[in-house]
């Protein structure tokens, strides 16, 4: 039998070289890319791969992601282990699906996840065309998350990374069933300091290289001063109102807030205040006590199932509105080409422009974009 070829996506980091390591080692015919995803009227750096870093911050990369040193590192771990290495170049393609995307969800008042937006339509999309171009069977990531296949439903299925500290399925739930059928997750059944590890083992220059965590194009964490640059739009202040309508304070212009946020608001209250809703088209900032931005039913679109095909009645599952959450149980259903959770408990900080992801224990049952709370 013929090996099969593999194209492995390559940011520098350990998690994307290692996962390279071990295809190698496991018999594949393994290619590395790195993809080039901005140029200098984004901002400084020029390149970033497919890693394990806080997807919660933003987009998922190590270390200084974006750095010319990023593909040199992917380079020489390429060349230690023999494969083909390139650069391919998805500039504009990432400035307006994930820039461009960014800024405008923030500008409506939106909580983006550019993380899922940078893996949806550069990370895996577009690397699966490449795939079919030039006839390559797998694509291959350093997410920490597991793929298996269901003999009964015929139905491939994104499972969680084994690491709990590390489990990355929250943000691939757009996976299709096309998608899946043709990835590889070398690290789903490792832990990170195992994974370090095995990097110190092969001698890679990058086994102790650190984590990224901002968003790779806003590295210095400045999202408001990123989108009056790109954008030329400036949100001026404007006045912070409790749940009631009642006026507090002035807040510093509501791209500089995300929903559940409760440090920096601005408002001395009798007890803690948070970030409930941004209306842009008031320049009004809305929060409340952490009882009352709490919400039972969560609505989403943009709807994606991998382990079932259709929800034709309430199913029981477990949800994560953000990344970090622990995931919590309730009853999703579709409604109206919406996906609706209810939990069995309010949960805080289910954010419009968020994802919605459903489990069924370590199993990803589906997800969509949160529209409402």
């Known amino acids: 039998m013929s090996r099969k070829r593999v194209l492995v996506a390559m940011s520098g980091g350990v998690d994307s070289s290692v996962a390279a390591l071990l295809l190698c080692r496991q018999g594949y015919e393994a290619t590395g890319t790195t993809c080039k995803l901005f140029g200098n009227d984004d901002l ?7 890693d394990g870093g806080d997807p919660d911050s933003g987009i998922v990369g190590e270390s200084t992601c974006c750095s010319s040193r990023d593909i040199e590192d992917a380079r020489q771990v390429a060349f230690s282990l023999g494969m083909d ?84 399925s929250y943000v691939l739930f757009h996976l299709t069933q096309d998608t899946l059928e043709h990835m590889l ?31 790779c194009f806003v590295p210095d964490g400045d999202y408001a001063g990123f989108i009056e640059r790109r954008c030329g739009h400036t949100f001026g202040p404007g006045p912070i109102v409790d749940m009631h309508g009642k006026v507090l304070g002035e807040h510093r212009g509501i791209d500089r807030y995300t929903i559940g946020q409760r440090k920096g608001i601005g408002v001395a209250a009798g007890e803690p205040l948070f970030v409930f809703r941004k209306d842009a088209e ?34 029981r599952v477990t949800a994560k509105t953000h990344y970090r959450m622990k995931a919590q149980p309730g009853w999703a259903r579709i409604e109206d080409h919406m996906l609706v959770m209810e939990f069995d408990e309010p949960q805080r900080a289910a954010a419009p422009g968020q994802a919605l992801v459903l489990y069924d224990g370590d199993t990803v049952v589906g997800g969509g974009t949160i529209v409402s709370a």
Do not use: M, W
């Not at 409506?108 to 996840?113: E, H, Q, S, V």
């Not at 070398?186 to 083992?201: C, H, M, Q, S, Y």
């Open 85 to 168: 290495y390139f650069v391919f170049n998805y500039q504009g393609l990432f400035g307006r699906e994930v820039i461009d995307r960014f800024c405008e969800e923030y500008l409506c008042g939106r909580t983006p996840n550019p993380c899922i937006d940078c893996n949806r339509y550069v990370k895996f999309d577009a690397l699966q065309k490449r795939r079919r171009q030039l006839d390559f069977d797998y694509v291959a990531t350093g997410h920490y998350a597991r793929r298996a296949y269901d003999e009964k439903t015929g139905r491939y299925l994104l499972k969680c990374g084994l690491d709990p500290k590390k489990d990355q």
């Open 282 to 315: 008031t320049n009004t900032l809305v929060v409340g006590t952490d009882s009352e931005t709490r919400a039972a039913t969560v609505r989403a679109n943009d709807v994606n199932l991998i382990s079932v095909a259709s929800i034709d009645e309430p199913l």
């Open 44 to 50: 400084e750096g020029s390149a970033c791969g497919i």
């Open 185 to 215: 997750f070398p690290l789903g059944e490792l832990t990170k300091p195992e994974v370090r590890e095995l990097a110190r083992e092969a001698g890679f220059d990058n086994a102790g290289k650190s984590e990224s965590q901002d968003i």
